[in-house]
């Protein structure tokens, strides 16, 4: 099959697009034929070796397509049946898995990251790790397990619903413009921040309230006018340690904050008063279970979630695919197509 891959980490040039040897299905695997892989900030990571691979690697976590071949004993899923891939790889045994939360697995790790993943024709995934994509497409699809199923994961546990304020950073990304959209389907009132005034109007077409270009004015200042002076009573970061603490200093009084991971540095400073003294609640989120996903995939199928595809390239365009990501003018997700 053809396939990217790296035999080094480093710069986007080291991913080469190639042959490679087809997967073959062991017992309990299936393979997909790869419609669409998005590209996530993971794959960068991955790339760059932040987080080590076995090399040569094929990266990509959010996959979609067909099953193809099946091994011994898989029960549950017959070939020509259109899925996304879950990400999460769990060993099933410990107590967080017995406990329905493969996302905290104690030997946790992700299609694309320990184990070969979608920039390829073929990949090959445990059965547990696919899941139906009904009538949803499967371009959209593949933009949905990462992103949507992340923001919904934490926007539930965060219970958002009408009368909320959410605040949302780096709106416009991929991760952002899910959480958007999904606050505005559990029916709450959305704060849209994003760093340059030209994002605003991809934010409102998503259906933001309103907009806080938080690179000219001072978020925590907008976001109290914005709310006669309560704060937002959700915050949603994944920008990490740049933005943390006045996360915390836009919250209203028992305010949640929703973090769940950063693309700035891990530390910040927090006045630690106003967690205690208005009993603000810090809620973190790493990656999504299953029922996420699914959840998601059925309010994409009933028209009230749209990934917006901002590029689509193909395969063999990776390179190009990971320096429009880390470019940081993305707006929505960029998707490779073998
Ligand atoms: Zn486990």
Redesign the pocket.
């Known amino acids: 099959m053809k396939a990217v891959r790296y035999h080094k980490s480093g710069a986007p040039d080291v991913l080469t697009y190639e042959d490679a040897p087809d997967p073959r299905p062991g017992p309990g695997e299936v393979v997909v034929r790869v419609a669409a892989c998005a590209v996530n900030r993971l794959d960068i990571w991955a790339r760059s070796g932040r987080y080590p691979t076995q090399l040569p690697h094929i990266l990509g976590t959010d996959v979609s397509g067909e099953v193809v071949d099946a091994g011994t004993g898989v029960v549950g899923v017959e070939k020509g049946t259109h899925v996304v891939v879950y990400p999460v790889i ?5 107590q ?2 017995l406990k329905g939360m ?1 996302n905290l ?4 790790g992700f299609v694309g990251i320990a184990t070969d993943g979608g920039y390829a024709e073929l990949v090959k995934v445990p059965e547990a790790n696919v899941i139906p994509t009904g009538t949803v497409e499967p371009k959209m699809a593949a933009a949905m397990p990462v992103d949507f199923g992340t923001a919904w994961s934490g926007l539930a546990k965060a219970k958002v619903g009408a009368g909320d304020v959410v605040l949302v950073w780096g709106a416009a990304g991929g991760l952002g413009h899910a959480a958007v959209q999904i606050s505005k389907s559990l029916g709450a009132e959305v704060i849209a921040g994003v760093n340059g005034a030209t994002k605003a109007g991809f934010v409102k077409s998503l259906g933001a309230d309103h907009v806080i270009d938080y690179g000219s004015v001072d978020i925590v200042e907008a976001t109290k006018s914005l709310t006669g002076g309560l704060g937002a009573s959700v915050v949603f970061d994944h920008v990490g340690g740049e933005t943390w603490g006045k996360s915390v200093d836009c919250l209203a009084r028992g305010g949640r904050l929703v973090s769940l991971g950063l693309t700035s540095g891990p530390k910040s400073e927090v006045d630690v008063r106003r967690v205690y003294s208005d009993e603000l609640k810090i809620m973190g989120v790493y990656g999504q279970s299953k029922a996420d996903i699914a959840n998601v995939l059925k309010l994409a199928a009933d028209g009230k979630l749209t990934p917006s595809i901002y590029k689509e390239l193909p395969l063999s365009s990776a390179k190009e695919a990971h320096e429009v990501v880390e470019s940081r003018g993305v707006r929505g997700k960029v998707l490779l197509l073998p």
Not at 105 to 108: I, K, M, N, P, T
Request: hydrophobic share 15%.
């Open positions: 769990s060993d099933g045994t410990c967080f898995c493969p697995c104690l030997r946790r």
